[in-house]
């Protein structure tokens, strides 16, 4: 096993998580939603407001009581089309280190809402995301990257997307009724994921905000296992909206919606999605066996078949893990042949894994030079990413070219250009997230797995191959399939029953308990 010098938590986890909670945080803010073809009430033809005019909608983003951040929408009528323009602007503390991130969305609807085109934007200073979309019949055609570097991808949607701050116009001036539903199927830029959603009236009940008193409906909805609570006027329009770990967002104005960012934010991302955990662990990156009780898990939407694959075992609420051996040999030579295509998702290029551009094939051959055998080659490709990637809070939507290019990033970037370098390599590869243990909690954290002859983990950040026992994989995939660790965050707990060491290299004994 390659073992790391020494875990520097405070600069390498939590980019991943951070992603999700602009994902979450857009999804307050943006609601962009994809209505399912079957004809529901709320898109019939005689409903169809008309845009009047342009107007400015401002709010501000709080935290556990602390403000992060603002938003604003301008919506513009456009013939018979409507333009929508956000802008979400977040001050972060991120393990002492103060982010400023600001994403922008400009979408096209028509007069029943359904998205037509939109541009996404994420830019955190050091690097930035961008991918465009446009709806050309059932598909939507996406555009990643920009210039030479940019792909084109397709996506089959569930049906005719319904874009909304978009939602917001879908609302505005709308009679709303105790007890409705509305069924919508929730699309993400920064994911390129859909859901199906179901907002529900749930109530009328009084809401101050600024001083004022008012008369609202609560509408609520369950997203990733997480509740979304939206209070909306008589008219329509939203006056505070409330979701994911006590995320808040509260109607504001241009003057005041902007104050009071440059103070820095004490509360830390990295360390509110953090777990816990009794006893404390010595020496984790050395431990080959772990037990662990889980308990959060029940009555939510997460699978825990993925606690059962692979390495890991999952029975009765006890999770073991047990470290896979590196085969000293594969029992194919780079590329793998793949007659079956069993394998052909790993080897593929995606999105944001791409694995067939110049850079990153040029780099992984020069990287890999004669070697032909797939733990050597997957080794030292890793150690490449572990030594030549500055470790370094990044909030972006990951990209290996963004990476390779920018030579810094913390988990995710990681993650997504070994996986890359791998796959251009012909070695099938993937990602994985979960959780791995540092500093006395489990922390959130993706890293990459490998088929040398069979599936063997990989963590670029702190250089291990395999990983140690505390790697705990709940989701496999990349931001998309991520999605699914959501219902566990602020839900999930850990106590540790058992735990052993490599009889090669530990610090008293093959096996401690707690």
């Known amino acids: 096993m ?11 986890l939590g980019g991943g998580i951070v992603v999700l909670w602009l994902i979450m945080i857009g999804l307050l803010i943006k609601k962009s939603y994809f209505t399912s073809e079957t004809r529901h009430p709320e898109i019939s033809s005689a409903e169809i407001p008309s845009f009047k005019g342009s107007r400015n909608d401002w709010m501000e983003i709080f935290l556990k009581d602390q403000k992060i951040g603002y938003s604003t929408t301008r919506t513009t009528p456009l013939g018979e089309d409507c333009l929508i323009q956000e802008e979400v602007v977040l001050n972060l503390n991120l393990m002492g280190q103060t982010s400023l991130v600001r994403t922008s969305t400009r979408a096209i609807v028509d007069r029943r809402f359904r998205l037509k085109s939109f541009l996404f934007r994420i830019d955190s200073g050091v690097v930035s995301f961008r991918i465009s979309g446009r709806v050309e019949g059932e598909r939507m055609r996406l555009e990643v990257g920009e210039g030479k570097g940019k792909k084109v991808h397709f996506l089959m949607l569930s049906g005719s997307p319904v874009t909304g701050s978009g939602m917001t116009q879908f609302f505005r001036g709308r009679p709303l009724k105790t007890g409705e539903s509305f069924r919508f199927f929730l699309f993400d830029p920064s994911t390129m994921a859909q859901t199906p959603v179901v907002v529900k009236v749930a109530a009328r009940e009084s809401l101050t905000i ?4 008012y008369n ?10 997480q509740d979304l609570l939206f209070w909306l006027d008589e008219k329509g329009e939203v006056l505070k909206e409330k979701g ?15 104050r009071d960012l440059g103070r820095g934010g004490v509360v830390d991302f990295y360390q509110m999605a953090s777990i816990d955990v009794e006893p404390k662990l010595m020496d984790p990156y050395r431990l080959i066996y772990l037990r662990l009780k889980v308990e959060g898990l029940k009555d939510i939407p997460f699978d825990q078949g993925i606690l059962s694959r692979g390495r890991q075992r999952f029975r009765n609420g006890v999770l073991e893990v047990t470290v896979e051996k590196t ?16 394998m052909k998702p790993y080897l593929e290029p995606g999105p944001l894994i791409q694995s067939d551009q110049g850079p990153i094939r040029k780099k992984a051959e020069e990287i890999a030079g004669n070697r032909t055998d797939p733990p050597s080659v997957a080794a030292t490709l890793m150690n490449w990413v572990y030594n030549n990637i500055q470790k370094r809070p990044v909030i972006s939507v990951p990209s290996a ?17 070994l996986t890359a370098l791998l796959r251009a390599a012909g070695i099938p590869a993937r990602e ?11 922390f959130y954290h993706a890293w990459t797995e490998a088929y040398l002859g069979e599936w063997v983990s990989m963590d670029a950040t702190l250089n291990q191959m395999p990983t140690d026992a505390t790697h705990i994989k709940l989701a496999q995939g990349g931001l998309g399939s991520q999605t699914d660790i959501m219902p566990l965050m602020g839900r999930l707990k850990l106590k540790v029953m058992d735990y052993g060491y490599d009889s090669t290299d530990r610090p008293d004994k093959d096996l401690q308990g707690p």
């Open 2 to 12: 390659t073992r790391p010098g020494r875990r520097r938590i405070f600069n390498i």
């Open 210 to 213: 600024n001083r004022i008193r």
């Open 216 to 225: 609202a409906y609560r509408l609520e909805t369950e997203l990733w296992g």
């Open 244 to 258: 994911f770990m006590g995320l808040t967002l509260i109607r504001s104005n241009a003057a005041t919606a902007p």
């Open 327 to 342: 085969p000293l040999r594969a029992d194919y030579t780079t590329p793998f042949k793949d007659p079956s295509e069993a």
């Open 401 to 417: 070219v963004e990476v390779l290019k920018t030579r810094m990033g913390d988990c995710n970037e990681h993650a997504v250009l």
């Open 432 to 442: 994985a997230v979960g959780l791995v243990y540092a500093r006395g909690r489990f």
